[in-house]
């Protein structure tokens, strides 16, 4: 059996875990922690070290799945995790312009980690939202090459579309 370790990153509040928790087989063991959110928006939780889940895509393939924390401030966990991974996901929130830099910077930091093949997600978008799609690669300056896909991080099909999206483009990098 083959073990593909998949890395999924993002900025804060992107849907990493949400992503992670629709598709695996197993409990995600995840390390959130209540925040509160000094802006006056409320509070929720983040992932303060990372996420970890599983999903089985044949008889001989399974993906470790380690979903990062979306703040810089955990950068260190971001090299950590990078260890050994064969490609990553990057999910940013379309509805969130804000968080389109640190999608640069994180895309920045992990091509400088490991020089694997990787994907954009786009957490909340249509498939059929090619302009919003165009939208996202033109803010996050994503190169023509690199897959922009589509998804809603609730959805296990939307999220497995992304994972084996990411997984033939590793499969292409080993060919």
């Given at each position: 059996?083959?073990?593909v370790k998949?890395?999924?990153t993002g900025p804060f509040n992107a849907g990493k875990t949400t992503f992670i928790k629709a598709v695996s087989e197993i409990t995600v063991l995840s390390t959130e922690r209540q925040i509160s959110d000094t802006s006056g928006e409320g509070s929720g939780e983040t992932t303060v070290a990372m996420d970890f889940g599983r999903i089985t895509v044949s008889?001989?393939?399974v993906l470790y799945l380690f979903g990062t924390p979306g703040q810089e401030r955990f950068s260190f966990m971001w090299e950590t995790l990078s260890e050994g991974m064969l490609g990553f996901v990057l999910l940013v929130d379309a509805e969130d312009k804000d968080s389109f830099e640190d999608a640069k910077s994180m895309i920045s930091f992990f091509r400088n980690m490991s020089d694997v093949p990787f994907v954009v997600a786009a957490n909340k978008v249509p498939a059929t939202d090619v302009k919003t799609l165009r939208q996202v690669r033109s803010a996050i300056?994503?190169?023509d090459s690199v897959p922009l896909l589509p998804v809603d991080a609730r959805d296990k099909e939307s999220v497995k579309a992304v994972l084996l999206g990411l997984l033939y483009?590793?499969?292409d990098s080993m060919g």
């Open positions: 059996m083959q073990s998949v890395v999924v008889d001989d393939v300056a994503l190169d483009r590793i499969l």
